[in-house]
């Protein structure tokens, strides 16, 4: 029986952030691209550059905490509308939208605002939209052990809006479906149903 109730998400040893070099990086990368900065306007952009990076590379830590589903409730919990920031790891140019994330519930179940944070949990780092829907719900799966579980991101991706095609208002939909929300045809349709994505 999984009788976990709490679970401390935090960031692994070594992976600390050294913004010094990061700042010296984004300055000789910037003047390889041709950049002056030496402007009032510019010099500070490489920190300002590094920091932002680091800000979008860095999930908060948090505790994944469950309570014993004593009411027996065994409909769709669903998340919807959970804002998605994250760097598309090819161009390192963001990419942003929404997630909805629900689930069966089984023995147990979460607390609400924890959806929302694992979903930042596994943006916060160069990324693709399909492994990013895909690690949501293997994740919740693996932790929560729900009946089943869903994961609807959509995303528009400034490398695919601001260069190369330039694909203006074009959104990517990706979905990962486990358990009952994929085996079972009702269950999906109202996952999607109340996700407001299309089946």
């Not at 908060?60 to 919807?80: G, H, I, K, M, S």
Request: proline share 5%; glycine share 8%; net charge negative.
């Amino acid at each position: 029986m999984h009788v976990r109730t709490s679970l401390r998400v935090v960031r692994a040893p070594g992976t600390g952030v050294d913004l010094a070099a990061a700042e010296q990086a984004a300055a000789e990368f910037l003047r390889a691209l041709g950049v002056d900065l030496s402007g009032e306007s510019l010099q500070g952009t490489p920190g300002r550059m590094a920091r932002a990076y680091a800000e979008l590379f860095t999930p908060r830590e948090f505790d994944l905490t469950t309570f014993p589903n004593d009411e027996r409730y065994d409909e769709l919990v669903l998340a919807r509308d959970i804002p998605v920031r994250s760097v598309c790891e090819h161009h390192l140019l963001p990419f942003t939208g929404v997630a909805h994330v629900g689930y069966l519930p089984g023995e147990r179940i979460v607390g609400l605002s924890k959806l929302a944070r694992v979903v930042e949990h596994f943006a916060c780092r160069p990324q693709v939209q399909e492994r990013l829907t895909k690690q949501v719900a293997d994740w919740l799966q693996e932790e929560l052990r729900p009946q089943g579980v869903g994961v609807v991101i959509e995303a528009e991706h400034s490398c695919m809006t601001l260069r190369g095609v330039r694909a203006a208002g074009a959104n990517t939909v990706t979905s990962a479906l486990l358990g009952s929300l994929r085996e079972d045809a009702r269950s999906r349709q109202e996952f999607f149903a109340l996700s407001g994505a299309r089946a």
